[in-house]
């Protein structure tokens, strides 16, 4: 059911309306003057309810609130914008709700239970982005920029491919209620000052859990996180994030231990550039803590998280972890190598070949001098850096390798010793 009055607009029951809907209900009722339509443009001069197991469905179509408040009550909910099957989100919509100043736009005055909320491939700019979606009620926000958020909670709450551009708040983004089961490419920059600071990111133990971040870029604030004094996590991780403004955290006590961790997902090779199942490596810290040790599947494929920057929780100072130490071992081949983790090293090549090098340097069977030649001629040549997201580690041993495709570059440093 729709209804009109002069301070609200409300759905409710268990139906799905569209904006046209609800415009078309006010054609008929004669009023208009609380909602304007132009070609699937909507202008609504009061504040949005939708009660019960209503839902608002809609796509590209833009929307502006003029009220102070858009309630999404537990069991209904607010959906704009189209996911597809394959995952990919089509059909946006833009939300703009300028006067709304309560912290909790999409929530209730009494911070009670919201409904649930799902936004794909939209634009939301709302002062504040917050709501209390808690229960068996979610949140899923997928391709969208949001400009003004605030506190996400909810069940099995999903937040992907988001560019956060401001709060006003000193939350940032406030970790879900519940499991939260993904959180991918969220970029949070230029917070706005509350409180006496600004953060990107408020995690709230007893709420989250352990915390992952993935991807995105964080930027523009005084601290990078604010951890709050409750129980039920361990850890808030940043995974392959971007983190432009250092990492001093605001804590109210010291409850967890914070990573910076980069991917690491090399693939092995031999000197053909053959798949190698079963090769070794064990990876350690600069300060030689094991971190795994990991065979190379079927598919010469080893994934594993190493942690670039640390504060432990009874540490006031945070550690830079890397260069980490790499023991590579396949058959008879044995070799450590030095590698500086500081970014994502996804899918480039590993190659194993034939042959052994001992821990202090020494190799057998390979002709030096010829290899520190090569080494200069290629980066006489080349004049570029390693890149490990599109270059490889070759172990040369009594063979010099003679190609360089488009594809790869290889640097083998004076006595193999190779820094990344």
Same mark, same amino acid.
């Given at each position: 059911?729709?209804? @009109?009055? =002069?301070?609200?607009?409300? +759905?409710?029951?268990?139906?799905?309306? =569209?904006?046209?809907?609800? #415009?078309?209900?006010?054609?008929?009722?004669? !009023?208009? %003057? #609380?909602?304007?339509?132009?070609?699937?443009?909507?202008?609504?001069?009061?504040? !949005?309810?939708?009660?019960?197991?209503?839902?608002?469905r809609d796509s590209n179509v833009h929307i502006i609130i003029n009220g102070d408040l858009i309630q999404i009550h537990a069991g209904a909910g607010l959906e704009l914008g189209t996911i597809n099957e394959n995952g990919s989100t089509s059909n946006g919509c833009t939300l703009e709700a300028p006067n709304i100043k309560n912290a909790y736009g999409f929530g209730n005055t009494t911070k009670s239970d919201s409904g649930n909320l799902k936004l794909y491939n939209s634009v939301v700019n709302i002062y504040g982005f917050w709501g209390f979606f808690s229960g068996s009620n979610h949140v899923e926000i997928i391709d969208c920029f949001i400009d003004g958020f605030g506190r996400i909670e909810g069940s099995d709450s999903i937040l992907k491919n988001i560019l956060f551009k401001k709060s006003n708040g000193k939350?940032?983004? &406030?970790?879900?209620?519940?499991? &939260?089961?993904?959180?991918?490419? !969220?970029?949070?920059? $230029?917070?706005?000052?509350?409180?006496?600071?600004?953060?990107?990111v408020y995690h709230n133990?007893?709420?989250?859990?352990?915390?992952? %971040?993935?991807?995105?870029?964080?930027?523009?604030?005084?601290? !990078?996180?604010?951890i709050e004094d409750t129980d039920g996590a361990d850890s808030l991780i940043f995974l392959d994030s971007d983190i432009r403004a250092g990492y001093e955290l605001e804590r109210e006590t010291n409850n967890v231990d914070f990573f910076h961790d980069f991917?690491?997902? /090399?693939?092995?090779?031999?000197?053909?550039?053959?798949?190698?199942?079963?090769?070794? @490596?064990?990876?350690?810290?600069?300060?030689? $803590?094991?971190?795994?040790? =990991?065979?190379?599947?079927?598919?010469?494929?080893?994934?594993?998280?190493?942690?670039? #920057?640390?504060t432990l929780r009874d540490e006031t100072v945070g550690n830079i972890m890397t260069?980490?130490? &790499?023991?590579?071992?396949?058959?008879?081949?044995?070799?450590?190598? =030095?590698?500086? +983790?500081?970014? /994502?090293?996804?899918?480039? /090549?590993?190659?194993?070949?034939?042959?052994?090098?001992?821990?202090?340097?020494?190799?057998?069977?390979?002709?030096?001098? +010829?290899?520190?030649?090569? +080494?200069?001629?290629l980066e006489s040549t080349l004049n570029t850096k390693l890149n490990l997201l599109e270059s490889g580690i070759r172990q040369v041993i009594g063979t010099v390798i003679d190609e360089v495709n488009e594809n790869e570059t290889y640097f083998k440093e004076t006595r193999f010793s190779i820094t990344m």
């Open positions: 059911m729709i209804s @009109i009055s =002069s301070s609200e607009i409300k +759905v409710t029951g268990e139906e799905i309306y =569209s904006f046209a809907d609800i #415009y078309d209900y006010a054609v008929d009722n004669d !009023l208009t %003057q #609380y909602i304007f339509n132009h070609n699937r443009y909507y202008e609504i001069s009061i504040d !949005l309810r939708i009660d019960d197991k209503c839902i608002i939350y940032g983004i &406030l970790a879900p209620k519940g499991e &939260l089961k993904l959180i991918e490419n !969220l970029s949070v920059q $230029n917070t706005e000052e509350a409180y006496g600071f600004k953060c990107s133990p007893g709420y989250a859990g352990n915390q992952k %971040q993935i991807g995105g870029v964080y930027d523009g604030y005084d601290k !990078l996180a604010y991917t690491f997902n /090399p693939t092995t090779r031999d000197s053909d550039g053959n798949i190698l199942e079963g090769v070794r @490596i064990k990876c350690s810290d600069r300060n030689g $803590n094991v971190l795994f040790e =990991s065979i190379s599947d079927a598919n010469g494929n080893i994934k594993e998280e190493i942690t670039y #920057y640390r260069p980490h130490t &790499l023991d590579v071992s396949y058959d008879d081949i044995a070799f450590t190598r =030095s590698i500086m +983790v500081d970014k /994502p090293l996804i899918n480039f /090549p590993l190659y194993v070949t034939a042959g052994t090098s001992s821990d202090d340097g020494s190799e057998s069977g390979c002709d030096c001098d +010829v290899i520190t030649k090569r +080494v200069d001629d």
